[in-house]
T-cell receptor
Framework: QQQVKQSPQSLIVQKGGISIINCAYE??????FPWYQQFPGKGPALLIA?????SEKKEGRFTISFNKSAKQFSLHIMDSQPGDSATYFCAAEKETSGSRLTFGEGTQLTVNP | DADVTQTPRNRITKTGKRIMLECSQT?????MYWYRQDPGLGLRLIYYSFDVKDINKGEISDGYSVSRQAQAKFSLSLESAIPNQTALYFC???????????FGPGTRLTVL
């Protein structure tokens, strides 16, 4: 049973466009929601994260929007660049569990020049 | 040098063979993790360890075992490899009180 569902599985965006990746979770005990970015041949790396006490967090061109009542959160990449082409994973964690992340299925993003 | 290293980076083995994947980290982290990545399934937790004497099963531990030889070293073993264990395996480490996990470069394992 996938506790964190991610969509779409793949996404193609033109340079300068907005990339949007969505995630939905089931466990209301989750209280930390990171996004990881993975380039080919590399391990995932933390990109940005949010806690449910805020509805939005922005870091540069990357924004997480969080909807606690809907149990959904999304990653928005503004002004998408070819260098953003990677696989993106959302994840969720109950912090008292000691950093046990549950990952979504992943989204392969391609940004065309 | 990389903070989290994994050896080997690629391995091809046969059904029934025992295989060990090794992970080392230089970040001084107490917590270490093993994940497997399969297309369309994301990353799934196999085992995790919060210190040398603490080993815990993740969501898909069947067919795997681990050893935490030291704070910096965490190895994953497949006692008798089977083809559906063909996957990309990642080790990660993290500090207590810090949610961020730092991943190694991965080991691509193929079981024929």
């Amino acid at each position: 049973q996938q506790q964190v569902k991610q969509s779409p599985q793949s996404l193609i965006v033109q340079k300068g466009g907005i990339s949007i990746i969505n995630c939905a979770y089931e466990n209301t005990a989750f209280d930390y929601f990171p996004w990881y970015q993975q380039f080919p041949g590399k391990g995932p790396a933390l990109l940005i994260a949010i806690r449910p006490d805020v509805s939005e967090k922005k870091e540069g061109r990357f924004t997480i929007s969080f909807n606690k009542s809907a149990k959904q959160f999304s990653l928005h990449i503004m002004d998408s660049q070819p260098g953003d082409s990677a696989t993106y994973f959302c994840a969720a964690e109950k912090e008292t569990s000691g950093s046990r992340l549950t990952f979504g299925e992943g989204t392969q993003l391609t940004v065309n020049p | 040098d990389a903070d989290v290293t994994q050896t080997p980076r690629n391995r091809i083995t046969k059904t029934g063979k025992r295989i060990m994947l090794e992970c080392s980290q230089t970040k001084g982290h107490d917590r270490m993790y093993w994940y497997r990545q399969d297309p369309g399934l994301g990353l799934r937790l196999i085992y995790y360890s919060f210190d040398v004497k603490d080993i815990n099963k993740g969501e898909i531990s069947d067919g795997y075992s681990v050893s935490r030889q030291a704070q910096a070293k965490f190895s994953l073993s497949l006692e008798s490899a089977i083809p559906n264990q063909t996957a990309l395996y990642f080790c990660a480490s993290g500090g207590a009180g810090n949610n961020e996990q730092f991943f190694g470069p991965g080991t691509r394992l193929t079981v024929l």
